[in-house]
């Protein structure tokens, strides 16, 4: 699993890049990949990496 911290609320093509290098290098082997944002919303992007709001992960 890769886990990338952004601090911003919208998430680019630009932001991942190195989330998708990375998976192109492990394929299969990689579990998932996550970007932690301060965005108002979760979501799963068209390359499946998946934007999580920190607000969602507790207090």
Do not use: C, F, N
Request: proline letters at 5%; zero cysteines.
């Amino acid at each position: 699993m890769a886990i990338e911290v952004k601090l911003a609320q919208s998430v680019s093509d630009r932001d991942v890049r190195h989330l998708r290098w990375l998976q192109d290098r492990l394929g299969d082997d990689m579990a998932d990949a996550v970007v932690l944002t301060t965005g108002p919303e979760a979501y799963r992007r068209r390359d499946g990496i998946a934007v999580i709001p920190l607000g969602l992960l507790g207090p």
